[in-house]
């Protein structure tokens, strides 16, 4: 188990160091150059706040070049909306606490919804509302100058720098442009392809680029799709398609050694206990029997079962007597129209090897065990 401090450190990246110097050398360059351009439009001392989002901006398109924050439409539509947000909420609103809260929040939604979603450009929303006078005397103006000259320096260096570097490119649907006309080279052999963690893990540290997912993300990514390419490969099989829908069953008041011997008679190993409605109340296995035998005493096993099975005459007892009394109730229950693979986390996990299957009204109409899951494996293998 990882310790607790570990969850305020992220994961070492693939990225090699010559990639990291070069990130940041090209911000380097692009940020001197708009502070110089800026400087024409606006006085030394509302500088900073006017082009400071134009230093995140450098983070993304020089060190996360192939993120989806990071790409032309993102850097070119986030900033100019964001600063006409900006202009436009400080025209209207005195207030400048409300007004720079109005303009960061407006400009995330809006960013959002136009699918230019860009981190820096809340920032230039928010250096429109205080960037003092002088940006309320330049108006709309200043989505020009200096915002949208920034922007064209900003993009030229990243088209420049990011495709002439090796193993770097930019936009990043670039390569699926170049490729547009050739002829795909893995076309069966994709689909039965095994690729594993390791493998993925090898492919981002070829790509020596900055990819802006964590590892519990990948994580996610990797399981849900080898879920889903386990599920094509096996069809859609369901649990409804393998369970038993003949399931003896027993009541809460039902006698332990009544449910002893419908399970030798059936010769099975768990009944599930049901009230009126047919609704599951719990589950009793053989295990819960012998769990209450267990303990060595100087009588056979045999006798000791026996012992505990006879119903008590008496009006107290310190053993078990009915189903209700021995069932576990924590119970894990699965629905007909699950898939199969959903299973397998279940009976691995849990050590659970009796799943009852319930409606969406918790009305019993079946159980599934191993034996049933891999009847259905050997099936689908053999055809």
């Known amino acids: 188990m990882k310790p607790l401090i570990t969850l305020f450190f992220p994961a070492a990246n693939t990225t090699s160091l010559s990639e990291k110097l070069i990130s940041g050398l090209a911000a380097f360059s692009a940020i001197l150059l708009v502070m110089l351009i800026s400087q024409i439009f606006i006085p030394s001392q509302d500088l900073p706040l006017v082009v400071a989002s134009f230093g995140a901006s450098a983070v993304l398109l020089f060190a996360v070049p192939l993120g989806p924050l990071s790409q032309p439409w993102s850097l070119v539509g986030g900033h100019l909306i964001s600063a006409f947000i900006g202009i436009t909420v400080a025209k209207?609103?005195?207030?400048?606490?409300?007004?720079?809260?109005?303009?960061?929040?407006?400009?995330?939604?809006?960013?959002?919804?136009?699918?230019?979603?860009?981190?820096?450009?809340?920032?230039?929303?928010?250096?429109?509302?205080?960037?003092?006078?002088?940006?309320?005397?330049?108006?709309?103006?200043?989505?020009?100058?200096?915002?949208?000259?920034?922007?064209?320096?900003?993009?030229?260096?990243?088209?420049?720098?990011?495709?002439?570097?090796?193993r770097r490119y930019y936009p990043n649907t670039l390569k699926a442009y170049q490729n547009r006309n050739k002829p795909e080279q893995i076309t069966e052999e994709q689909a039965t392809l095994s690729v594993s963690r390791e493998d993925i893990k090898y492919a981002l540290k070829e790509i020596d680029a900055y990819i802006d997912v964590s590892d519990e993300n990948l994580n996610t990514i990797f399981n849900l799709s080898a879920t889903r390419a386990r599920r094509k490969r096996m069809g859609e099989i369901y649990v409804n398609d393998i369970m038993q829908s003949d399931v003896i069953t027993a009541e809460y008041g039902d006698t332990l050694e009544n449910i002893?011997?419908?399970?030798?008679?059936?010769?099975?190993?768990?009944?599930?206990?049901?009230?009126?409605?047919?609704?599951?109340?719990?589950?009793?296995?053989i295990a819960d029997f012998l769990n209450q035998v267990k303990a060595p005493t100087a009588d056979p096993l045999k006798e000791r079962l026996e012992y505990f099975l006879q119903k008590t005459e008496r009006?107290?007892?310190?053993?078990?007597?009915?189903?209700?009394?021995?069932m576990q109730t924590n119970l894990v229950t699965i629905?007909?129209?699950?898939?199969?693979?959903?299973?397998?986390?279940?009976?691995?996990?849990?050590?659970?090897?009796?799943?009852?299957?319930?409606?969406?009204?918790?009305?019993?109409?079946?159980?599934?065990?191993?034996?049933?899951?891999?009847l259905a494996l050997h099936a689908d293998l053999q055809t």
């Open 92 to 166: 209207l609103i005195p207030d400048i606490a409300i007004a720079s809260a109005l303009a960061v929040g407006l400009s995330i939604s809006i960013m959002y919804i136009s699918a230019c979603l860009h981190p820096p450009g809340a920032a230039t929303a928010l250096s429109a509302v205080v960037g003092g006078s002088t940006v309320l005397e330049i108006g709309y103006e200043f989505m020009l100058f200096p915002v949208a000259l920034n922007i064209l320096v900003m993009l030229i260096f990243a088209l420049v720098i990011n495709n002439l570097m090796p």
């Open 260 to 285: 002893w011997m419908l399970m030798a008679k059936h010769k099975i190993r768990s009944i599930p206990i049901i009230d009126k409605l047919n609704r599951i109340q719990g589950i009793i296995t």
């Open 315 to 326: 009006i107290s007892t310190d053993k078990p007597e009915y189903a209700g009394h021995l």
């Open 335 to 374: 629905h007909p129209d699950q898939h199969i693979l959903d299973l397998f986390p279940i009976f691995y996990t849990s050590g659970i090897h009796h799943l009852p299957v319930v409606d969406h009204d918790k009305q019993l109409v079946g159980i599934i065990t191993p034996k049933n899951l891999m």
